[in-house]
């Protein structure tokens, strides 16, 4: 059987398959799993066309990834067959743990992140495969003695974010997210195993930190899309505690939502838990949303009709944290508006805080290499803002008047 196949993709035309390792890797379940899982989770509700999947997305930073180890090779970094099939592996499987609408329900399911489940999950294929990923994991992890594979995969300037960052700005048609991914790619060197970009491409790389934090304040951070995503958290939380059956819940569902006796409490990764886990997706909750539309729980079928017909709830920003009595206000009017309990009244609020991901400076900063050799940090050569993180304060509840 010829494993060696050609796939075609949207944004980069034809996708070539270069190992056998990483057709079986896709044939895998697990890397199928991620056709259910949407790579935007609910933000197809404000950019209709933003419905592909975690697949898509790991197809193609897998191909730009292949695409950099060749221009690598032909500026004369010695990398061998086994360290390229190794670190394709390990961006192909980088989000293979990502649960239910992607980032929207993090930490509900399993309280790790899902780079630690991914890593759960790649362990467990190798064991499958005897110990044919284990460079890769190395890679994955940052153990491997040549770093500059680890930044390939995750870094300032790694695959997954050109990826992401052309992908979604495609399906959600929002063009200014749009990068000069393959200026980026051919201008890459490796500098004592360190990945740094030749000083050409500097305006190139700059475009790329403007467009992302361009797509985390128009698309990924969009309050209607945060709103849809505090609502299905809201619901996910309502089915957990409600007193009245719950309707069309899978078995896999009823695992985690503590809907069946088998459900424990587990402070890790168990190897049932990964098992179950591996067949929850994004059609274990759409099922269970519908189901639920007529539930006898008020809440349960009030949060569940809302977000089927799309009347997203009205969604608050400040710098700091909301105060109590705002908060309580707030609740006291939603029990007169909408005839509900004080304890129904706060399963439907949420405040949180998100965070806009900006350029960070220090050792983990992009490497520019310039026409004399020399190795500079990006932030000395232009004007580039890097300071700390700052968040914003949300509050999410039903518009009331």
């Given amino acids: 059987m010829n494993k060696l196949k050609i796939i075609n993709d949207p944004i980069y035309g034809l996708i070539r398959i270069p190992f056998t390792l990483v057709y079986d890797l896709i044939e895998h379940r697990y890397f199928q799993r991620l056709r259910r899982i949407k790579q935007m989770g609910l933000t197809h509700l404000v950019y209709p066309g933003a419905v592909h999947t975690r697949f898509h997305h790991a197809l193609g930073a897998m191909h730009i990834t292949w695409q950099a180890i060749l221009t690598l090779r032909n500026k004369g970094v010695d990398i061998s067959d086994l360290e390229a099939q190794s ?4 961006i192909l499987l980088h989000d293979i743990g990502h649960g239910p609408f992607s980032h929207a329900l993090e930490k509900v399911f399993i309280p790790v992140s899902h780079e630690e489940i991914s890593l759960a999950m790649m362990e467990q ?29 995750s870094s300032q300037l790694d695959m997954d974010r050109i990826d992401y960052l052309n992908r979604d700005s495609f399906y959600s048609g929002v063009v200014e997210g749009k990068i000069g991914y393959d200026r980026i790619i051919m201008m890459l060197q490796v500098i004592e195993d360190q990945l740094v970009i030749e000083e050409k491409a500097v305006f190139s790389v700059e475009k790329y930190l403007n467009s992302r934090s361009f797509m985390y304040s128009q698309v990924y951070l969009h309050h209607a899309s945060l709103s849809a995503e505090c609502m299905l ?6 089915v957990s505690v ?20 088998k ?24 099922a269970c949303i519908k189901a639920n539309r007529a539930a006898s729980d008020p809440i349960v079928s009030y949060l569940a009709r ?6 997203l ?3 608050t920003f400040k710098k700091s944290a909301f105060e109590r009595d705002f908060l ?33 400076s220090g050792e983990q900063e992009i490497r520019i290499l310039k026409k004399d050799g020399n190795v500079w940090k990006l932030s000395e050569i232009i004007a580039i803002q890097a300071r700390r993180e700052e968040g914003m304060y949300y509050f999410c509840r039903p518009k009331i008047n």
């Fill in 263 to 286: 459900n424990d409490q587990h402070t890790g990764i168990s190897q049932e838990m990964l098992e179950q886990y591996t067949w929850l997706d994004d059609t274990d909750i759409v």
């Fill in 125 to 153: 294929i190798n064991r499958e495969m005897s110990g044919a990923l284990d460079l890769g994991i190395s890679m994955f992890v940052g153990d491997y003695e040549r770093p500059f594979f680890h930044q390939l995969i």
């Fill in 306 to 311: 809302s977000l089927l017909d799309r009347r």
């Fill in 87 to 90: 670190c394709l592996a390990a």
């Fill in 233 to 238: 958290s809201m619901y996910m939380d309502s």
């Fill in 242 to 261: 409600s007193d009245t059956p719950i309707a069309g819940c899978s078995s896999t569902l009823e695992y985690f939502m503590g809907l069946s006796a």
């Fill in 313 to 315: 709830f009205e969604i």
């Fill in 328 to 360: 309580e206000s707030k609740r006291h009017k939603i029990v007169s508006q909408l005839k509900c309990s004080e304890s129904q009244a706060q399963q439907l609020m949420k405040t949180g805080i998100e965070h806009k991901p900006i350029y960070v």
